[in-house]
């Protein structure tokens, strides 16, 4: 059992805005650093943002003030506000939760953004 599933990906237009949600469960999710990777086709997944549980943020420089990642503890969900979108943030959005050595990974979404 997958205990996180991502939704929100689709297609989007260069410039447009898309918001990607993570619903968490079965995990204490408030203790878990949340992160959103990408993978580009034939290319390794890389890292897009990341939140510790005290909230501190950490972003890929392409995508730094054009995306925005936020947690909301209550919700159990993890966001990812995306701004100004590129043909380039086009990749499968994978979330991830990860604390004390345990690491878990969503089954991705799918964004494309079209020029």
């Known amino acids: 059992q997958v205990p996180l599933v991502e939704s929100g990906g689709g297609l989007v237009q260069a410039g447009g805005s898309l918001r990607l949600s993570c619903a968490a469960s079965?995990?204490?999710?408030?203790?878990?650093?949340m992160a959103w990777y990408r993978q580009h086709p034939g290319l390794q997944r890389e890292l897009v943002a990341s939140?510790?549980?005290?909230?501190?943020?950490n972003y890929a420089t392409s995508v730094k003030g054009r995306f925005t990642i936020s947690r909301d503890n209550a919700q159990k969900t993890v966001y990812l506000q995306m701004n100004s979108v590129k043909p380039e943030d086009t990749a499968a959005y994978y979330c991830?939760?990860?604390?004390?050595?345990?690491?878990?990974w969503g089954q991705g979404t799918q964004v494309t953004v079209s020029s």
């Open positions: 939140i510790n549980s005290g909230g501190t943020t």
């Open positions: 079965g995990i204490i999710f408030s203790v878990h650093t």
């Open positions: 991830t939760a990860s604390w004390a050595g345990h690491e878990y």
